[in-house]
């Protein structure tokens, strides 16, 4: 049996449809992102979920008991508040016995688990500080401890690591991967950081405009994602016109070339569609691609060389291979092509580059409507993805 069932969710403020037909089962001991832009519904689903709203339509479900319509009090959930929402006047230790003292556990209890749960945060040395003398990052590890004092049967995190910065994030987030795993404790985690989502949750929930767009593990959603919303919202990705030659057999080509990629099924013959392939998946290959057999390529000029740490980010003008082509990016896009670093000298802005698109790494999507292009992550575009220009 699952430890949380949400049944048909939905929730409207006003003519706006903050909620639509949410349904998801969350298992024991599992942690699973609500990941998505600003005004998805993903902050207003674990509100519901806490006890906060209370839903328009469906259920909440905790341990197979219907705990819909009981306050957030009753629920057995536990949650940590996106500003932290620590008592001002109340040291780290005596925040992390608040709700033990509510419910009147035995003193020699609350002070063995506050014991315990300050060591497990590495808070012991700031027990009797206020919430004004500690940083940040302690401040959020004493809500964290404040949260699973109670032992929770579900632990609701809303954006906890946005007020911190982002060496701070970094520790935070693995630190709340430690202890979820650590205490078995069945969470879900709020978020529109993906490297936050994807880096500790066992499953991802992506949203958009309040509905479940789709749901899977990090490496699923990110290598394989099955809507044009998720491949754009989650990494960088390239969106490389083809044209359809067989939808039975997913044989596409682009220029001269013709390849087999999976995702043809229930297109058009003869159509347009968008061939989805990370940047650090395109394989460069100098200027000349003439030894190439089978696999597309593209070629063009370096316009750009972006320093990422260990790879370096080529954004490059395609050169068309033949005039007229329907499949040749647009001349306002270039299509981005992640390299290593210590490489980066071999490609520099103003160089010719062609590169090579390997079978089996790239998806195929129907999705006339958008310009073919490189899409930018959601981290270097204030959360919304848009094509380079």
């Keep these: 049996m699952s430890r949380l069932a949400l049944g048909g969710i939905s929730k409207r403020f006003g003519e706006q449809v903050a909620v639509r037909d949410f349904n998801l089962t969350v298992e024991d001991g599992e942690l699973v992102s609500f990941l998505g832009p600003s005004g998805c ?9 806490a006890g906060f709203e209370s839903p328009d339509m469906g259920s909440i479900v905790l341990d197979g008991v219907d ?3 009981l306050p957030p009090n009753r629920r057995g959930m536990g949650m940590v508040f996106q500003g932290y929402a620590l008592f001002p006047n109340m040291t780290a230790a005596e925040n992390v016995d608040f709700g033990l003292s509510v419910r009147k556990r035995p003193a020699a209890e609350r002070k063995a688990r506050i014991a315990e749960l300050l060591e497990l945060f590495g808070l012991a040395h700031v027990a009797g500080s206020y919430p004004h003398q500690m940083s940040g990052g302690q401040q959020q590890r004493v809500a964290l401890a404040r949260a699973v004092a109670i032992q929770p049967g579900v632990l609701l995190l809303d954006e906890p690591l946005s007020a911190v910065d982002a060496k701070v994030r970094e520790e935070l987030r693995t630190e709340i991967r430690r202890m979820q795993v650590q205490m078995g404790i069945t969470t879900i985690l709020v978020t529109h950081d993906q490297s936050e989502a994807l880096s500790i949750s066992d499953r991802v929930v992506v949203m958009n ?5 789709e749901v899977g593990t990090p490496a699923q959603i990110y ?4 809507s044009a919303f998720t491949a754009r919202f989650i990494g960088a990705m390239n969106e490389i016109p083809v044209r359809i030659v ?4 997913g044989l596409v080509e682009r220029g001269e070339r013709r390849v087999t990629v999976a995702g043809a099924t229930g297109l058009a013959d003869g159509e347009l569609a968008l061939l989805l392939v990370r940047p650090e998946s395109l394989e460069p290959l100098g200027p000349t691609s003439g030894t190439l057999n089978g696999d597309l390529t593209m070629a063009g000029q370096v316009e750009v060389q972006t320093f990422l740490g260990a790879t370096t980010r ?7 291979t033949r005039a007229g082509d329907p499949t040749a990016l647009p001349p306002t896009q270039r299509f981005a092509v992640d390299i290593p670093s210590a490489n980066a000298g071999r490609w520099p802005t103003g160089s010719n580059l ?4 390997p079978v089996g790494v790239s998806r195929l999507i129907a999705d006339r409507s958008a310009p073919g292009g490189v899409l ?3 981290a270097t575009s204030g959360g919304k993805a848009k094509p380079y220009a």
């Excluded at 405009?209 to 767009?213: F, L």
């Excluded at 080529?314 to 068309?320: N, Q, T």
């Design 41 to 49: 519904g993903k902050t207003t689903t674990l509100r519901i979920t």
């Design 376 to 378: 930018s992550s959601s």
């Design 223 to 226: 290598a394989e994602p099955r």
């Design 354 to 357: 062609s590169v090579k698109i």
């Design 314 to 320: 080529l954004l490059v003008r395609e050169v068309p």
């Design 67 to 69: 705990v819909t319509d």
């Design 209 to 213: 405009r309040g509905a479940i767009e």
């Design 246 to 249: 067989s939808a039975a057999h």
